[in-house]
């Protein structure tokens, strides 16, 4: 069924991040609302990240090891950041273009820059805590949770939203909508 008990989260929450994308942000409605774009998503998130993600953090837990245990992680955000981000975001928005039917290199030239330069807006300091707390097995799935937002940015992004103003006041604002949601409804 599933490559590895991490797998069907990581489906999950790219999927539902694209759902959030969709309904929160862009608010099309349940009737035109896109399965197929949410599920290049659930396939990306199961197919593609967390295969790559798993042997990433693999790689970076047996490789990558200073004389202090700050300078470890330093080492890993810093690989992380400069080696897997950028290549993972190349690899999500030509695997989207590719499966959209549309072309990877006017998507990548669109997508690619607004995309990194929020990716190191929160990912450095999201890895700084995860790798230096968290145990290596729980790390992609904590990486995923923290995800849910940067997956709901990612569909957007992907969806032409990088051509929009305000592309990242409109997630936070869905954010903050749906947290005090819950906060009335607790």
């Known amino acids: 069924m ?3 008990n991490t797998q069907f ?7 539902t991040g694209d759902v ?3 309904q929160a942000v862009e608010k099309k409605g349940l009737d035109k609302h896109d399965p197929s774009r949410t599920g290049r998503m659930f396939a990306y998130g199961g197919l593609v990240f967390g295969p790559a993600a798993t042997k990433w953090y693999t790689f970076l837990a047996n490789r990558v090891s200073l004389s202090t245990t700050n300078r470890t992680i330093a080492a890993r955000v810093l690989c992380d950041q ?3 981000a950028p290549v993972n975001m190349t690899c999500f928005l030509s695997s ?5 039917g549309s072309p990877v290199k006017d998507k990548l030239s669109k997508a690619w820059v607004p995309g990194m330069t929020n990716n190191f807006l929160l990912w ?3 890895q700084a805590v995860n790798f230096k707390f968290v145990p290596l097995e729980h790390r992609v799935l904590v990486v995923n949770f923290v995800a849910l937002g940067w997956n709901c940015y990612l569909s957007y992004l992907n969806s032409s939203g990088s051509t929009e103003r305000g592309t990242v006041e409109k997630i936070e604002d869905a954010e903050s909508k749906a947290e005090n949601k819950i906060k009335k409804e607790i």
Do not use: K, R, T
Not at 9 to 15: K, N
Not at 96 to 100: D, H, P, V, W
């Open 96 to 100: 989207m273009a590719y499966l959209e």
């Open 20 to 22: 959030i994308a969709q």
């Open 124 to 126: 450095p300091w999201v």
């Open 2 to 4: 599933f490559a590895s």
């Open 82 to 84: 400069f080696i897997f």
């Open 9 to 15: 989260p990581l489906d999950v929450l790219f999927a």
